[in-house]
């Protein structure tokens, strides 16, 4: 565009200027190629199509900036349009994710297993268990015929030993002594120990009289006075007894339920 310009600015010049001169007199005697009539019109004819020219560059200058203008116009738009594309390409992404997307997740770890250190410990059987629950079974069927028969076969069985109360002291453990067939208490001897298990003979009657002086609020928990009758003995946990200078003592008080 410059270039053209520049040729428009130095051809109207030249053409100008290599327009015949008006004759003068002095010159009439030298032979003319054109007649000065003709020479008007050639000049006049130079300067419209230098007019012309000028008026050609000038559009083509405008148009020029109007196609500039118009492509910037088209770029800014292009530009925005693929940047909208792109967004709602990952609009969809996130709302509608692919299945090669989730197949390519990981999948879930499996949860460890537990060491053996971890793992709960069973827990450790009382050896005197295995008694208490045979005793829970018979005292829970006193109401069978025969009853006494199988006290006293249970007490062969286990090899018990028969206790009743000697003496108590307040504020001391109270004193047992080895008693007849009748006796309240019966003992268990732990295997490998020189402990018994004691447990109440469930043939005898559980009354007030019995529970503060026979020995029994002494040597057992118990729910005795919340009940207002009672019909059968549990134990949950024997008292454990001791024998020491002869004597033997209750050294662990046990846990009864009446029902």
Known sequence: MKNLFLL???LIPNIV???PAPIHEEMKQEPRLFSPMMTDVFVVLCFVMCFILIGAVIYLYMQNQNYKGHGKKITAISRDL???IQELHNINAYLFPSKEKEEKKPAPKPAPTPKEDNAPKPVKKEVWQEFVDAYNNLANSMEVPKADI???NFIKEHNLTLFKLESKTAGQPPVFSEGAKGAEYWGYQIPNEERLAIVVSPKITFDDKFYKEGGLKESFASNFEDMKEIQK?????PAIMTKKDGKYTINQPGL???S
């Not at 003995?233 to 946990?237: D, E, F, P, R, W």
């Open 233 to 237: 003995v549990s134990v949950k946990i």
């Open 17 to 19: 200027l290599a327009a």
């Open 150 to 152: 199988a006290c006293e």
């Open 256 to 258: 009864l339920r009446f």
């Open 8 to 10: 428009t600015f130095f």
């Open 82 to 84: 693929k940047a909208a």
